[in-house]
């Protein structure tokens, strides 16, 4: 059997128990015997558990409100397991013709051995991985369960970022800042936007970035599409070059958005730039604790559509950022849209975005006791390129 020796745990295992603490104190809150999550991010916040891309099979982690959680896992990622957890009870299958009621009753055996198969199980039903096929399973298994959606319990405490958390999300920024840096220095007149990517991923490597590489990188005409990936279309003199990029450390996600020029920017260009940057600006300086986050969301839409720039502004002005395993960098837990209610706190890291004209400009912003800290520190600025 492999050794369990921890040492590839990202975090000490106080961390990770503390963690755990605070997740079971929710848990009383709401009457919950135990927690059954399935979002990897989740998993891994609470135990460690790094299984790469090995979460595309089932994995879970049972949380009982008193005791230490058990794995539940795929038998080839036990090992993983022993190197990256402080959790030692796990609960395995192996893969079989039936793969779904296979995995499933490994949960329904991780319930029964801590004696809570009858008990009232909080499901993470907004999870990506608790497909239906899985939790019509999971139902029909456990059929004396009382099965309650729980209230988000440890995706909410992921919001508030450790020292730790913040100092990965710093070596992430470095690795984006490295790839935007990368790709602006390579745009030239002719250069395909396939060769900048081979740049900008290659930097991003080089800089210590972890897989996925993902980004958007369109130019000309194509920098209306929000999520455009890099074609064959080769760049042109006056063409606005569009960079958004994901910067990955230990599994923690930076974003970073920069707009470039090839050649010298008209004037037009340079005051779309320039309004972008001063209207983000004033709204990042608002990102205080305390504040709402209504009032963030606002600072950033009602000033840029007085602008004229936009006619609508229908998507999110920002989100937050961490542990992620999703193909998007956001959390999907914090997002400033109209309409929200919540409030910002000391700890919370987000994306903060701004479109308009074929143009965007990003940064990472850390809220702090005495204001906003920038964690992306890239100049602000419409790059020139000749």
């Not at 128990?17 to 927690?35: F, I, P, S, W, Y």
């Not at 999550?37 to 979460?55: C, R, V, W």
């Not at 030692?88 to 051995?113: K, N």
């Not at 004696?115 to 059929?143: C, I, N, Y």
Request: glycine share 8%; proline share 5%.
């Amino acid at each position: 059997m492999t050794e369990h020796t921890n040492s590839g745990m990202d975090f000490p295992v106080e961390e990770y128990k503390t963690r755990l603490q605070r997740t079971q104190e929710e848990m009383a809150k709401h009457d919950l015997d135990v927690l059954l999550l399935h979002q990897p991010e989740n998993i891994q916040y609470l135990t460690g558990l790094d299984a790469g891309a090995g979460f595309f099979s089932y994995h879970a982690v049972a949380v009982p409100s008193h005791r230490d959680p058990v794995l539940i896992l795929r038998d080839v990622e036990i090992p993983a397991a022993y190197l990256t957890s402080w959790v030692t009870s796990h609960t395995s299958y192996a893969d079989s013709s039936d793969p779904i009621r296979v995995s499933l009753d490994a949960a329904r055996r991780a319930l029964e051995g801590l004696g809570l198969a009858a008990g009232r199980v909080g499901v993470d039903e907004h999870s990506w991985f608790l497909t239906l096929e899985r939790w019509k399973m999971l139902q029909a298994l456990l059929p004396n369960a009382t099965f309650v959606r729980e209230p988000r319990i440890v995706d909410h405490l992921r919001l508030i970022k450790s020292p730790r958390e913040i100092d990965y999300l710093r070596g992430a920024a470095r690795c984006v800042e490295a790839g935007i840096y990368a790709g602006i220095e390579a745009v030239t007149p002719g250069i395909t936007e396939r060769q900048l990517a081979g740049t900008v991923f290659g930097a991003l490597v080089n800089a210590g970035a972890e897989m996925p590489l993902s980004g958007v990188i369109t130019s000309g005409n194509r920098t209306n599409l929000l999520h455009g990936s890099y074609t064959d279309r080769q760049l042109e003199r006056g063409d606005t070059v569009y960079l958004e990029l994901s910067g990955i450390h230990r599994h923690y996600w930076a974003r970073l958005m920069r707009t470039a020029i090839v050649g010298l920017p008209s004037a037009e260009q340079q005051h779309i730039a320039e309004t972008i940057i001063r209207v983000q600006d004033d709204a990042i300086a608002l990102m205080r604790p305390g504040t709402p986050a209504s009032v963030i969301d606002r600072a950033c839409r009602e000033p840029l559509l007085a602008t004229g720039l936009r006619k609508t502004y229908t998507n999110r002005s920002g989100y937050s950022l961490g542990l992620n395993y999703r193909p998007s960098a956001g959390e999907f837990i914090r997002e400033f849209v109209p309409g929200v209610e919540w409030v910002l706190e000391p700890g919370m890291v987000f994306d903060m975005l701004m479109m308009a004209g074929g143009m965007g400009f990003s940064d990472m912003v850390l809220v702090t006791e005495q204001g906003p800290e920038r964690l992306t520190c890239m100049e602000r600025k419409l790059f020139s390129c000749t």
